[in-house]
C-alpha cells in the first residue's frame, strides 16, 4: 500500500501545478486506476490461501494457495508500468512550456529526478 499511496501523492501533485484539462483528466484516471490495484492486490495478498492460516501454518493439510511467483510478477510488472505512466506524464506539459531550452531541460531533469 506504501506504494500505491506514494503514486497517488506525486499525481495529486501533479495536479496541484498544472492546469490542462486532458492532463487532469489522466491524473484522475491514473488515481483511480494505482487506487483499484493497490487495493486488489492487498485483498489477495490476504487471501491468497484457503484457509487464510495456511499462508504461514504449513501444517494445514487441505488447503488451496495462489501461485505465488506468477502473483507477484505480474505486480511487479503492473508497478513497472504505473511508474512509467506516473514519471512520463508531466513530459509533454514540461515542454509545452514558454521557457527557455535550458530551463525546460532542466525542470525535465527535476522531474525525472523522481525516477531514481
Known sequence: MVITFNKISILYLYLRIFIDQTFRRMCYLGIAF????GIAYVLATIFQCTPISAFWNKTIRDKHCI???????????LNIVTDLF???LPIRQIISLHLPRVD???LLGVFLLGAL
Not at 501461485?67 to 510488472?77: E, L, M, R
Open 86 to 88: 506516473v514519471f512520463a
Open 67 to 77: 501461485n505465488s511467483g506468477a502473483f507477484w510478477i505480474s505486480y511487479s510488472v
Open 104 to 106: 525546460k531541460l532542466a
Open 34 to 37: 494505482i487506487a483499484t490495484t
